[in-house]
């Protein structure tokens, strides 16, 4: 009984260092297409799912820490799977708006809520809940802007999204204010990115490839607007569209907090050994 407390204890501070965060990325180009776990770090791309449905060409793409879930979208369908080496897509079913089934090109997860943009009919931002799929309005956006890619940035809860049009660029969009503020520019030369991820305070513009014409992913500083270096596009073909989210980890605790709970373990080991000395 004792041990086991003391085992808990140590299990509780192993569990708040997370796993690094990672770039998760897919395109729906024809034939065979492949979702890939990017390093930030290096750039080096891994598979985690490959195949010739639409399971495996995303169009929007969002995460949620909690519960390990990677959501990802094509035309109205929405698939899950939990995040790890590989993937285990599940077809979730058909989103829908008004009881119609509706397409999303971007997504983002936040609050327990899935988060979609749609670039044709009605443009705006739609909270979707990821159990009945069933899609609300939230901000209608002028028309000038067409978010293609949508994230949140788990550090901040702010939500930016990358528009073609209306001024190209990144874009952060406060729902509450129901406002659009443009936050970096595109990179020179380009005028169609569709995936965005943001974490901790860094866009990831995902292009739609081919590589071979699209060689660099983007990333910019969104405090300053300004590039910050570029990663190497795994995609082999091109696609209409491309997703991105952020696989960030749960934030750590404060060292104070590591500390005091690291006392709390040592301060109850000197106790049971206090107590087995007592009752020898």
Do not use: C
Not at 19 to 25: D, G, K, M, P, S
Not at 174 to 190: I, K, S
């Amino acid at each position: 009984m004792r041990s086991t407390a003391l085992a808990a204890a140590i299990s509780l501070i192993a569990a708040s260092v997370p796993a690094a965060a990672q770039l998760i990325v897919g395109n729906d180009q024809s034939g065979t297409a492949t979702i890939y776990n990017i390093n930030v770090g290096t750039g080096v791309a891994t598979p985690i799912y490959s195949g010739t449905g639409p399971e495996a060409k995303p169009w929007g793409m969002a995460y949620d820490v909690a519960g390990n879930m990677l959501y990802w979208s094509n035309a109205n369908n929405l698939f899950s799977s939990p995040l790890g080496p590989s993937l285990t897509p599940t077809n979730l079913g058909t989103m829908s708006f008004g009881g119609s089934g509706v397409n999303f090109v971007g997504l983002s997860f936040a609050n327990g809520r899935l988060y979609g943009t749609r670039n044709i009919a009605t443009e705006a931002v739609y909270e979707i809940d990821p159990t009945t799929r069933v899609a609300t309005q939230v901000y209608v956006h002028p028309s000038t802007y067409d978010f293609g890619g949508i994230d949140h940035d788990a550090a901040s809860g702010r939500l930016y999204g990358l528009s073609d049009t209306g001024g190209t660029g990144l874009y952060e969009i406060n729902t509450a204010a129901q406002t659009v503020t443009l936050r970096a520019p595109y990179p020179g030369g380009e005028n169609d990115i569709d995936g965005l991820a943001v974490y901790n305070g860094r866009a990831y513009y995902v292009t739609d490839g081919p590589n071979t014409t699209q060689a660099s992913f983007y990333v910019y500083d969104v405090a300053s607007g300004l590039p910050m270096g570029t990663l190497p596009s795994p995609f082999t073909g091109s696609g209409t569209f491309s997703a991105a989210t952020f696989a960030a980890p749960i934030p750590e605790p404060a060292p104070t907090v590591l500390a005091l709970m690291g006392g709390a373990v040592l301060a109850f080991s000197r106790r049971l050994r206090a107590r087995r000395m007592l009752t020898t």
